[in-house]
């Protein structure tokens, strides 16, 4: 289980160990040559991606892996049980990645039974990897607790609610890896460095004409995108993809902590988010660029200035 906050990167994470384990599995599969399955879109994806619909049932789980595949869906919930299970043993899959799992409601029936439907998956010979926001505060992992000896989060089975799979009362506990994303720390010295490190990265990729090493990095620049975005990567991204552009157009072609103040940070479509499930993280408000103290001007000297003609008695 990947979980974290909003916009902190939990499927770019994700999706880029999956992609670097594919390049591994897909070269030693090459020396192998499995041989060809009928009636498949593709003969071998080692890793498959889906998302848990906003409203989430067994049959729009398997609608949402048989898509990924392109597969035919069955008319009856047995049968796209089933064809789910064809596909990720024919295109022999080795790691399933199901995101946005805490759309998923315990108090709901159906989502019980959709949380029935990824254990039974858990019978196959893939790995699952659940990524959502705040899986320890969703209900999902209730009753789980750590074990002593591998820190591992043990699952218990779902005991309440009907399902069409009559075993899940009797399934063994399950065994969860949790890993947990937080934002950029800007209170230690280790947080500080990650942070800085993350913005020379960013920097040594922007293309501005008039940009300088140091530009994001040095000065009141640092903290002042940490404030603005709490070290939330997704918001931090925005602000700088907007500065950027804001940039070009008006012929800047640099990165100022003022010029960053004229612009909001938005988060673009939402429409397939979940704010309920936390997927939509706060924006800071208020957030005022660093102001440059002013330099006390110098008093000029008086000393040879004309006072005019002195008064006659002062003569």
């Known amino acids: 289980m990947i979980s974290g906050g909003g916009y902190l990167g939990k499927t770019e994470t994700a999706c880029a160990a999956a ?5 591994v599995w897909r070269d030693l599969h090459r020396q192998l040559l499995p041989p060809p399955v009928e009636g498949t879109r593709d003969l071998f994806v080692p890793v498959a991606y889906c998302r848990t619909p906003v ?22 919930l047995n049968g796209m049980i ?26 709901r029936e159906d989502d019980q039974d959709t949380l029935d439907l990824i254990r039974e998956l858990m019978d196959l010979n893939v790995t699952l990897v659940l990524v959502g926001v705040d899986i320890p505060s969703s209900g999902l992992i209730r009753g789980g607790y750590p074990d002593p000896r591998t820190g591992q989060l043990i699952i218990p089975p779902v005991r309440s609610g009907k399902s069409f799979n009559p075993t899940a009362a009797t399934q063994t506990e399950r065994r969860f890896d949790l890993v947990d994303l937080d934002p950029f720390d800007y209170d230690t010295t280790e ?10 990265g960013i920097e040594d ?34 602000l700088i993809e907007d500065g950027c552009a804001d940039a070009i157009e008006s012929g800047a072609e640099q990165l100022t902590p003022e010029q960053l103040a004229t612009i909001p940070i938005r988060l673009g479509n939402l429409a397939d988010r979940d704010p309920d499930a936390g997927e939509v993280p706060e924006i800071p408000k208020d957030v005022s660029p660093p102001q440059t103290p002013k330099k006390p001007s110098r008093g ?3 000393a040879f200035d004309d006072q005019g003609t002195p008064p006659a008695a002062d003569a």
């Not at 892996?65 to 869906?73: K, N, Q, S, T």
Request: some cysteine; charged content about 30%; hydrophobic content about 40%.
């Open 19 to 23: 992609a670097a384990f594919e390049d």
């Open 300 to 302: 000029r000297n008086k």
């Open 82 to 107: 089933r064809a789910v299970r064809d596909s990720l043993r024919d295109h022999r899959t080795t790691a399933l990645l199901l995101d946005d799992i805490t759309r998923l409601r315990l108090h």
């Open 55 to 76: 409203r989430a049932t067994p049959k729009g789980l398997c609608t949402a892996v048989l898509d990924y595949f392109g597969a035919p869906h069955p008319k009856t």
């Open 205 to 238: 990729r922007l293309r501005l004409f008039r940009s300088w090493a140091g530009m994001l990095t040095d000065g009141e620049m640092p903290e002042y995108l940490y404030d603005r975005t709490r070290g939330i990567v997704g918001l931090l991204k925005r």
């Open 191 to 200: 947080g500080m460095t990650a942070f800085l490190d993350h913005l020379a």
